[in-house]
C-alpha cells in the first residue's frame, strides 16, 4: 500500500476501547496479538471475511495458526517479491488484521530472482506437486484421526506395565495435546503451500486484461475461469444425488419439510429394502463428504455435517421436491464453461499481435491449471482436518469437565491453546501425585466471564476498519479477496451512505437482477429465516451454504471482492450477488424490498 496518507481516516486503534467489563476476557489473548501505540500508525481492517462473530480464547488459534503460515510461506517459501506477511491484532474478540509489503526497489528486485526460482518450479510442476500436497493432506487427517481418546486411568492398565512402555498415561496425555496442536499449525502451512500461487497467476492474467481492455469488468475477466470442479462443490453434489436416489428408490415421501432427523431415519428403516438402500447410500456420501462444517472453519460451534444431519437433512426435503417436478438439479457447469469459452475466444480476437495473443494464451492455460486449488484445498484444510481438530479438543474438555474443572466440555473453547496446556499440564501432576487439580477451583469463574463477554461483544459494533486511509490500496491480494479499495473505504466512511440513501454500491460478483425480502443473517444458526425468494443480506457467504442458494434469489455481503469464496460461488451457483458494500448488513433493515444488480454491483432499498 501507498505510504502517502490523508487526512480522512477511520478511528485509530489507540481510540477503540475494551468494553467495559470485560477487560479480563480481553486480557486473555495472547500479549503478541493486542494493539500497543505504534499500530496507531498503520492502516487495520477488521477480518469480517473469516471472523465475522466475537472469537473464544481458543478459536483465536485459527487466526494465530493461520497467519503464521502465510507470513512463512509468502516471506520466507516462495518470497512473494512486494508482499510479505500479515498481522493481526484482537479486540473485543475482533480481528483487524494488517498487510506488510515491500517498497525498496532492490529488496523488490532480489525477492523477484527468488520468486522466479521458487514460484515457477511449481507452476511448471503443478500436477505433481498438488498430487503429492494431496497425499499429505490425507496423511495429515489420517494421523489425526489415529490420536488416542485423551484418558487418565485410576491405573497404568497391567497390560503396559508388562509390554515395559516405560511411559505413563499422563504423558500420553500431554503428547497426544501436542500432536494435535502441531498438527493443526502443519495443517496452515498445507494450506498456504499452492494458494497465493493460485491467486498470483490469476491476478497475472487479470492485470494483463486490464492493460489489454481498459473497459473490462472485474467479473468478465472472473467469468473467464468459472465453471470448474473443486473438492468444495461436492458435498452440495451429493446432497442433490441423494435427493435423486430417494425419488429413484420410492422412498422421497419420507423427506417431509420440517421432519426431524430421528423422524426422517425412522421413516426410512421402515420402508424396507429401499430404505436399506438409500441408508447405504447416506453413508458412501458420509465418509469424506460429509465432513464439511456449516460454517468456514474458524468457529469450534460451527459442527460437521456428520456430527449434526440437521444441516443436510433441512436442505433434502427441498431438493427431493425439485426432483419431483422435473429438475435436474445439477450445478451449471456446461453452460458456465460454454461461457467461459466464448469470452476468451471474443477477447482474444480484439488483441493486435502474435505475441499478444500467445502471452494471453499462456496465462489463461495457467489460470485454469492452478484455479480449482484455489476452492478445492478448504474441503480438506478448513473442513474436514479442522473437524477432526475441534473435536479432539472437545475429548479434552470431556476429560476436564468430568475432573470438575468447568462444567462442559464445550467450556474448554474458553482456554486459549496455552491455558489448556497448564490445564491438562495441572490434570497430569494430580493424576501423578495423588493430589487434587487446582483447576476445579480456577475455571469456572473465568469461563463464565468470558463466555459473558463473547455475548457483550457481540452487541457492540466495531469499525470496519482504523487508522489513516492509504491514498492507493496497490496490493491486488486485498482488492479481489476483500473487496478493499480506496473508492470503497470513502464509501464506508460516508456516516449518511451518500448522495442517494436508497443505494449501496458494492463489487458485482454474479450478473444478474434480484428483487425480494432482505433477510438479515448474522450467524449460521439464523440460516432456518430464509424462505424462498428471500435475499441474503449477511457479512460473507461461504461455499457451505450452497444449499440454500437454491433458496434464495440473491446475496449481498459486507466484504468480499470479485475473486471471495462468496464471488466465486455465487458465479457458480448463477446467484445474483453484490460484495464488499461495508454496511450492507447494518444499513438494511430486516424485512425490507430490495433489488441487487450483481452486473453493476448496486443495490437498491425500495421500501
Same mark, same amino acid.
Given at each position: 500500500?501507498?505510504?502517502?496518507?490523508?487526512?480522512?481516516?477511520?478511528?485509530?486503534?489507540?481510540?477503540?476501547?475494551?468494553?467495559?467489563?470485560?477487560?479480563?476476557?480481553?486480557?486473555?489473548?495472547?500479549?503478541?496479538?493486542?494493539?500497543?501505540?505504534?499500530?496507531?500508525?498503520?492502516?487495520?481492517?477488521?477480518?469480517?471475511?473469516?471472523?465475522?462473530?466475537?472469537?473464544?480464547?481458543?478459536?483465536?488459534?485459527?487466526?494465530?495458526?493461520?497467519?503464521?503460515?502465510?507470513?512463512?510461506?509468502?516471506?520466507?517459501?516462495?518470497?512473494?517479491?512486494?508482499?510479505?506477511?500479515?498481522?493481526?491484532?484482537?479486540?473485543?474478540?475482533?480481528?483487524?488484521?494488517?498487510?506488510?509489503?515491500?517498497?525498496?526497489?532492490?529488496?523488490?528486485?532480489?525477492?523477484?530472482?527468488?520468486?522466479?526460482?521458487?514460484?515457477?518450479?511449481?507452476?511448471?510442476?503443478?500436477?505433481?506437486?498438488?498430487?503429492?500436497?494431496?497425499?499429505?493432506?490425507?496423511?495429515?487427517?489420517?494421523?489425526?484421526? +489415529?490420536?488416542?481418546?485423551?484418558?487418565?486411568? *485410576? @491405573?497404568?492398565? %497391567? &497390560?503396559?506395565?508388562?509390554?515395559?512402555? !516405560? =511411559?505413563?498415561?499422563?504423558?500420553?496425555?500431554?503428547?497426544?495435546?501436542?500432536?494435535?496442536?502441531?498438527?493443526?499449525?502443519?495443517?496452515?502451512?498445507?494450506?498456504?503451500?499452492?494458494?497465493?500461487?493460485?491467486?498470483?497467476?490469476?491476478?497475472?492474467?487479470?492485470?494483463?486484461?486490464?492493460?489489454?481492455?481498459?473497459?473490462?469488468?472485474?467479473?468478465?475477466?472472473?467469468?473467464?475461469?468459472?465453471?470448474?470442479? +473443486?473438492?468444495?462443490?461436492?458435498?452440495?453434489? *451429493? @446432497?442433490?444425488? %441423494? &435427493?435423486?436416489?430417494?425419488?429413484?428408490? !420410492? =422412498?422421497?415421501?419420507?423427506?417431509?419439510?420440517?421432519?426431524?432427523?430421528?423422524?426422517?431415519?425412522?421413516?426410512?428403516?421402515?420402508?424396507?429394502?429401499?430404505?436399506?438402500?438409500?441408508?447405504?447410500?447416506?453413508?458412501?456420501?458420509?465418509?469424506?463428504?460429509?465432513?464439511?462444517?456449516?460454517?468456514?472453519?474458524?468457529?469450534?460451534?460451527?459442527?460437521?455435517?456428520?456430527?449434526?444431519?440437521?444441516?443436510?437433512? +433441512?436442505?433434502?426435503?427441498?431438493?427431493?421436491?425439485?426432483?419431483?417436478?422435473?429438475?435436474?438439479?445439477?450445478?451449471?457447469?456446461?453452460?458456465?464453461?460454454?461461457?467461459?469459452?466464448?469470452?476468451?475466444?471474443?477477447?482474444?480476437?480484439?488483441?493486435?499481435?502474435?505475441?499478444?495473443?500467445?502471452?494471453?494464451?499462456?496465462?489463461?492455460?495457467?489460470?485454469?491449471?492452478?484455479?480449482?486449488?484455489?476452492?478445492?484445498?478448504?474441503?480438506?484444510?478448513?473442513?474436514?482436518?479442522?473437524?477432526?481438530?475441534?473435536?479432539?479438543?472437545?475429548?479434552?474438555?470431556?476429560?476436564?469437565?468430568?475432573?470438575?474443572?468447568?462444567?462442559?466440555?464445550?467450556?474448554?473453547?474458553?482456554?486459549?491453546?496455552?491455558?489448556?496446556?497448564?490445564?491438562?499440564?495441572?490434570?497430569?501432576?494430580?493424576?501423578?501425585?495423588?493430589?487434587?487439580?487446582?483447576?476445579?477451583?480456577?475455571?469456572?469463574?473465568?469461563?463464565?466471564?468470558?463466555?459473558?463477554?463473547?455475548?457483550?461483544?457481540?452487541?457492540?459494533?466495531?469499525?470496519?476498519?482504523?487508522?489513516?486511509?492509504?491514498?492507493?490500496?496497490?496490493?491486488?491480494?486485498?482488492?479481489?479477496?476483500?473487496?478493499?479499495?480506496?473508492?470503497?473505504?470513502?464509501?464506508?466512511?460516508?456516516?449518511?451512505?451518500?448522495?442517494?440513501?436508497?443505494?449501496?454500491?458494492?463489487?458485482?460478483?454474479?450478473?444478474?437482477?434480484?428483487?425480494?425480502?432482505?433477510?438479515?443473517?448474522?450467524?449460521?444458526?439464523?440460516?432456518?429465516?430464509?424462505?424462498?425468494?428471500?435475499?441474503?443480506?449477511?457479512?460473507?457467504?461461504?461455499?457451505?451454504?450452497?444449499?440454500?442458494?437454491?433458496?434464495?434469489?440473491?446475496?449481498?455481503?459486507?466484504?468480499?471482492?470479485?475473486?471471495?469464496?462468496?464471488?466465486?460461488?455465487?458465479?457458480?451457483?448463477?446467484?445474483?450477488?453484490?460484495?464488499?458494500?461495508?454496511?450492507?448488513?447494518?444499513?438494511?433493515?430486516?424485512?425490507?424490498?430490495?433489488?441487487?444488480?450483481?452486473?453493476?454491483?448496486?443495490?437498491?432499498?425500495?421500501?
Amino acid at each position: 500500500m501507498n505510504a502517502l496518507m490523508k487526512p480522512k481516516q477511520f478511528p485509530l486503534p489507540s481510540s477503540l476501547k475494551v468494553v467495559p467489563g470485560t477487560e479480563r476476557a480481553q486480557a486473555a489473548y495472547p500479549y503478541y496479538t493486542q494493539f500497543a501505540a505504534a499500530d496507531d500508525n498503520r492502516f487495520w481492517f477488521y477480518n469480517s471475511m473469516h471472523f465475522p462473530e466475537p472469537m473464544s480464547a481458543f478459536d483465536m488459534v485459527t487466526a494465530e495458526a493461520a497467519y503464521c503460515a502465510l507470513g512463512a510461506v509468502n516471506t520466507r517459501v516462495h518470497c512473494l517479491p512486494t508482499t510479505l506477511g500479515i498481522d493481526h491484532r484482537i479486540i473485543n474478540g475482533r480481528v483487524y488484521i494488517g498487510g506488510n509489503s515491500v517498497t525498496d526497489p532492490a529488496e523488490i528486485a532480489i525477492r523477484l530472482g527468488e520468486f522466479k526460482q521458487r514460484a515457477f518450479y511449481y507452476y511448471e510442476n503443478w500436477e505433481r506437486l498438488y498430487d503429492q500436497w494431496r497425499a499429505k493432506m490425507l496423511k495429515l487427517i489420517e494421523d489425526a484421526q +489415529a490420536l488416542p481418546k485423551p484418558e487418565l486411568p *485410576e @491405573l497404568e492398565p %497391567l &497390560a503396559n506395565v508388562h509390554a515395559g512402555r !516405560g =511411559v505413563a498415561s499422563n504423558h500420553i496425555l500431554f503428547d497426544t495435546y501436542q500432536k494435535t496442536l502441531e498438527g493443526y499449525f502443519r495443517m496452515w502451512h498445507h494450506h498456504f503451500e499452492f494458494l497465493l500461487l493460485g491467486y498470483g497467476a490469476y491476478m497475472t492474467f487479470f492485470e494483463f486484461c486490464k492493460k489489454a481492455f481498459p473497459e473490462i469488468t472485474d467479473q468478465t475477466i472472473a467469468r473467464m475461469v468459472a465453471g470448474f470442479d +473443486a473438492e468444495i462443490f461436492r458435498p452440495d453434489d *451429493e @446432497l442433490r444425488r %441423494l &435427493a435423486r436416489c430417494a425419488v429413484e428408490l !420410492g =422412498v422421497d415421501k419420507s423427506f417431509q419439510e420440517h421432519a426431524s432427523v430421528d423422524e426422517i431415519m425412522r421413516s426410512l428403516k421402515q420402508k424396507g429394502e429401499a430404505g436399506r438402500e438409500w441408508l447405504k447410500e447416506l453413508e458412501s456420501s458420509r465418509n469424506p463428504w460429509f465432513n464439511i462444517n456449516v460454517g468456514d472453519g474458524f468457529y469450534h460451534y460451527h459442527r460437521a455435517w456428520n456430527d449434526d444431519l440437521s444441516m443436510p437433512f +433441512a436442505s433434502l426435503s427441498a431438493y427431493v421436491a425439485r426432483v419431483n417436478s422435473g429438475e435436474s438439479l445439477h450445478r451449471p457447469i456446461e453452460k458456465l464453461q460454454a461461457e467461459r469459452r466464448q469470452l476468451i475466444e471474443d477477447y482474444r480476437e480484439l488483441l493486435a499481435t502474435d505475441d499478444d495473443r500467445a502471452a494471453y494464451d499462456q496465462m489463461i492455460t495457467l489460470a485454469h491449471r492452478v484455479f480449482p486449488y484455489v476452492e478445492g484445498h478448504k474441503f480438506y484444510c478448513e473442513h474436514w482436518y479442522t473437524n477432526l481438530f475441534f473435536n479432539k479438543i472437545r475429548e479434552f474438555g470431556g476429560l476436564l469437565a468430568a475432573q470438575g474443572f468447568f462444567p462442559d466440555a464445550e467450556d474448554v473453547f474458553q482456554l486459549t491453546h496455552y491455558e489448556l496446556e497448564s490445564a491438562i499440564i495441572d490434570l497430569m501432576n494430580a493424576w501423578s501425585t495423588g493430589s487434587k487439580p487446582r483447576g476445579p477451583d480456577h475455571w469456572p469463574p473465568l469461563v463464565a466471564e468470558r463466555r459473558a463477554a463473547l455475548a457483550v461483544w457481540a452487541k457492540h459494533a466495531t469499525p470496519p476498519a482504523l487508522g489513516a486511509v492509504p491514498d492507493v490500496i496497490d496490493d491486488p491480494a486485498i482488492v479481489m479477496l476483500w473487496g478493499i479499495t480506496r473508492e470503497s473505504l470513502d464509501r464506508w466512511l460516508s456516516a449518511d451512505g451518500g448522495p442517494n440513501q436508497d443505494e449501496i454500491r458494492g463489487v458485482a460478483a454474479c450478473r444478474g437482477v434480484a428483487e425480494g425480502i432482505a433477510r438479515i443473517i448474522t450467524t449460521v444458526d439464523q440460516m432456518s429465516r430464509l424462505k424462498k425468494g428471500d435475499i441474503l443480506v449477511c457479512q460473507i457467504t461461504n461455499p457451505t451454504w450452497a444449499p440454500i442458494f437454491d433458496k434464495i434469489a440473491g446475496a449481498v455481503s459486507d466484504i468480499g471482492g470479485s475473486m471471495s469464496h462468496a464471488a466465486i460461488v455465487a458465479r457458480e451457483y448463477g446467484l445474483p450477488a453484490v460484495v464488499g458494500t461495508g454496511n450492507g448488513t447494518t444499513r438494511i433493515k430486516d424485512g425490507q424490498r430490495i433489488r441487487v444488480d450483481g452486473g453493476r454491483g448496486i443495490v437498491t432499498i425500495l421500501q
